[in-house]
């Protein structure tokens, strides 16, 4: 197993990962560090939890390291750009981490909190910005950004973003970034419209695989018990209760179902919360914060809440509706057995979703074993509180990570799962306004209302 220092790293970088515990590099890691150290681009396929973002962020901060330059107002010299706002968090979580012992300047822009603060911290120029696209080009959009001296560009979790509807912003990004950079490209699948897009960004890259396209985790246990619509509640209260859980990730499709699992959960007994695309980032912070600390043992989610969600100790992935792109299957279960640890992935499914299953187990290359309901299962069920009813013309397939199509490569225009606008997660732009002369933070607030 390859050692961090025989990697070529800097003894501040080593001593970062020393002081988290960490002296072998994954895979990833091992076959990504050299390469970028070379200043090479680099094409990764790499699943969640293998450690892919400090693959990239070691050598990235010991290249500004090595090469220190004075901070221009307004910029940034390296751009992450990640899909959803806790993933967000999580990476630049990681450069602090890894960067603590330098002087690097880190700071993360996303929606959903106020953009005053955002633009009066990258006033001064910062070195690392980790940003989602749709806040990113509002912040271009008020000349409070710009992206002309970024030396290293990484666009993380590249499937996702095109599902989540960005191919649009991504390729108006391109188009403001410098021709001469590093660029680094991540997603955990390469279907022909992802490696199309690579294209785009990259020049001779270096590729990597840690692992074959869409398959699970070895360590991951997947069952599948076969049910009615109405019998998952009843189920999944039951399976809760019986279960030895550490803690569990709960996966509905749309933002109501979350909530309605919740309701109906806390009404049986059982303390949890949800995070989904309507939460506030507050509210959605919050949730992790409490099932992070173990405060809340179950957390009930969307897929594109989901995305970013790296807590240790997540002991069961409960499906309690089927993604209906079967690549979201893998990053669901992936959620646990993380760190070598073993997991546990259970599926509900009904007769509208056995075709979704099959896709699954085509794509994993893993037929799921089947459980079938508890012995006592209709007497258990008589004893819980009625379940909250679903609200009339609350589709099937109206999901909070949007029905891909294309593989995900879709306009940025698909509505969400309460029918609301194109604004995936909170955060694509906003409808353009007049910027030609912003005048503060002040005058900004005052656009978007009247944009509005």
């Given at each position: ?337 993380r760190a070598g640890a073993e997991g546990i992935a259970i599926s509900f499914v009904d007769g509208e ?77 906003r409808r353009r306004f007049n910027t030609r002369k912003p005048s503060g933070v002040g005058a900004h ?8």
């Amino acid at each position: 197993m390859t050692q961090f220092s025989e990697l070529g790293l800097a003894k501040p970088l080593l001593a970062a990962l020393h002081a988290k515990g960490y002296t072998s590099a994954t895979p990833i890691q091992a076959q990504a560090i050299p390469p970028l150290l070379q200043g090479r681009d680099l094409c990764g396929i790499a699943q969640t939890g293998t450690g892919k973002t400090a693959a990239f962020a070691l050598p990235s901060i010991q290249f500004l390291m090595e090469n220190p330059k004075a901070r221009t107002p307004l910029t940034c010299r390296m751009l992450v750009l990640s899909p959803t706002r806790e993933l967000a968090a999580q990476i630049a979580q990681s450069f602090r981490d890894y960067g603590k012992q330098t002087q690097i300047r880190i700071e993360t822009v996303f929606g959903g909190v106020p953009i005053g603060k955002q633009i009066k911290a990258l006033s001064p120029g910062i070195d690392v910005l980790v940003a989602t696209p749709g806040r990113l080009l509002d912040l271009i959009d008020q000349r409070a950004l710009s992206l002309r001296n970024v030396e290293i560009f990484v666009l993380d979790e590249a499937d996702q973003m095109l599902d989540l509807g960005f191919i649009h912003a991504l390729k108006r990004i391109d188009t403001l970034l410098p021709k001469q950079r590093q660029s680094l490209f991540f997603s955990a699948t390469m279907p022909k419209t992802i490696a199309d897009l690579g294209s785009r960004f990259l020049k001779d890259p270096v590729r990597v695989s840690v692992a074959p396209q869409a398959t699970t985790a070895e360590r991951i246990r997947q069952f599948v018990t076969f049910c009615t619509q109405r019998e998952k509640q009843a189920l999944l209260t039951i399976r809760l209760k019986e279960e030895e859980i550490d803690r569990a990730l709960v996966f509905t499709r749309t933002k109501h179902g979350a909530d309605r699992v919740v309701k109906n959960l806390i009404a049986a007994g059982i303390p949890c919360a949800a995070i989904h695309g309507n939460k506030s980032q507050a509210q959605r912070t919050a949730a992790l914060q409490a099932f992070r600390k173990g405060d809340v043992r179950i957390l009930v989610a969307t897929d594109i809440a989901a995305r970013g969600i790296d807590v240790s100790g997540v002991s069961h992935v409960f499906n309690f509706e089927l993604p209906n792109v079967p690549e979201q299957y893998v990053h669901r279960i992936g959620r646990t057995a993380r760190a070598g640890a073993e997991g546990i992935a259970i599926s509900f499914v009904d007769g509208e979703e056995r075709g979704w299953l099959k896709q699954i187990e085509r794509l994993t290359r893993v037929q799921l074993e089947q459980v079938p309901l508890p012995a006592n299962f209709e007497e258990a069920a008589a004893k819980l509180p009625k379940p909250a009813a679903t609200p009339a013309g609350e589709g099937r397939d109206r999901n909070d990570g949007f029905r891909s199509r294309n593989n995900g490569a879709g306009d940025g225009r698909r509505r969400d799962g309460n029918g609301g606008g194109a604004r995936a997660d909170g955060d694509q732009p906003r409808r353009r306004f007049n910027t030609r002369k912003p005048s503060g933070v002040g005058a900004h607030k005052g656009a978007v209302r009247k944009a509005r």
